[in-house]
């Protein structure tokens, strides 16, 4: 399974904590889409990077990193196809993989600390989508709002 990941110069920190955290994860085969350094850039140009693997089917997980996780969730999920969870917990990170089926995470550099942010991490791999009826009906309900 590959996991594309990327971040603006607010979660540098958090993206190498993440790549660790996705060792645990043999399976996963990570690719990271920058930024590598501090230098300043624009969270939607990552997040369209990294979106794009998922959409065009190279890849099919999304870990998004900004400052705040804010403006990179919102920028996915721009995206047709894009499903971007911002967690800054452990259940949300749970319910976001089990009843909306997230294709992306979405994290804050500056709001969650590499302790929270890991088993953050490892809810959300570990979580597959309940397959439930109501929930695909509401996923498919909230995917046709793109086309509207
Ligand atoms: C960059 O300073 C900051 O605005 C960005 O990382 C993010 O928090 C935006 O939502």
Redesign the pocket.
Known sequence: MKIVIGC????LELKETVKEVLKEFPEAEVQDMGTYTAE?VD?PEIAEKVCKEIVNGSAEKGILL???????S?AANKIKGIRAALCSDVFSARMSREHNNANVLAM???VVGPGPASEIVRAWMTTEFSHGERHQRRIDKMMALENK
């Open positions: 603006d110069h607010g979660a300043s969270y900004c400052g705040t996780g804010i403006g990179i919102m804050g550099g500056r």
